[in-house]
């Protein structure tokens, strides 16, 4: 069965940083393309980021582009997002979304999500 | 970015009515759109993609259709497991964006 657990949010204070990680099982982590989307309370989603399989391959949305980092780690079947510089428009869960193979550019697997609350 | 603009916001309708939604990209997509269903507290559950394919275990109740710019969805006799919010995602370009969504609900 195809798992993400993502883990690593919290309240974190205007201008800090968070690294959230996405576990993921089930399938062969290596062979798939992973991504980020997020969803602020009551709103719709958006997509975060994107990484290729070998991790050679990454992009980014422009509302988050020079703050956050994504990466994995094919070894420990694991994806991470290091996010920097947080504000209040950064407050959202977190969703670690696996790609399928063909259809790249879609999520077929979701995580719980991760809530991430920026407050002073 | 591509813009994505789904209609109605809202829809309300009954169990057994058939549905539909829309979705309208600002530019040429071609078929790259997919659909998904969230309900409250869940992540999202990918139903359609490349616009009119079903995904896995997904009941053939749903469908989708369109191409370039105009889109739609549609449940053919609402079941009350439906009832629940709707986008569409546009995947032509990464930068992937969604549609504001569309909340189904019960009348």
């Known amino acids: 069965e195809v798992q993400l657990v993502e883990s690593g949010g919290g309240l974190v204070q205007p201008g800090g940083s968070l690294r959230l990680s996405c576990a993921a099982s089930g399938f062969t982590f290596s062979d798939y393309e992973m991504n980020w989307v997020r969803q602020a309370p009551g709103k719709g989603l958006e997509w975060v980021s994107y990484i290729s399989s070998g991790g050679s391959t990454i992009k980014y949305a422009e509302s988050v582009k020079g703050r956050f980092t994504i990466s994995r780690d094919n070894a420990k079947n694991s994806l991470y997002l290091q996010m920097n510089s947080l504000g209040a428009e950064d407050t959202a869960i977190y969703y670690c979304?696996?790609?399928?193979?063909?259809?790249?550019?879609?999520?077929?697997?979701w995580g719980q999500g991760t809530l991430v609350s920026v407050s002073s | 970015d591509i813009q994505m603009t789904q209609s109605p916001s809202t829809l309300s309708a009954s169990v057994g009515d058939r549905v539909t939604i829309t979705c309208r990209a600002s530019q040429s997509i071609s078929t790259w759109l997919a659909w998904y269903q969230q309900k409250p507290g869940e992540a999202p559950q990918l139903l359609i993609y490349q616009a009119s394919s079903l995904a896995s275990g997904v009941p053939s109740r749903f469908s989708g259709s369109g191409s370039g710019t105009e889109f739609s969805l549609t449940i053919s006799s609402l079941q009350p497991d439906d009832f629940a919010t709707y986008y569409c995602q546009q995947y032509n370009s990464y930068s992937i964006t969604f549609g504001q969504g569309t909340r189904l609900e019960i009348k």
């Open positions: 979304a696996r790609a399928p193979i063909p259809v790249a550019g879609t999520f077929d697997y």
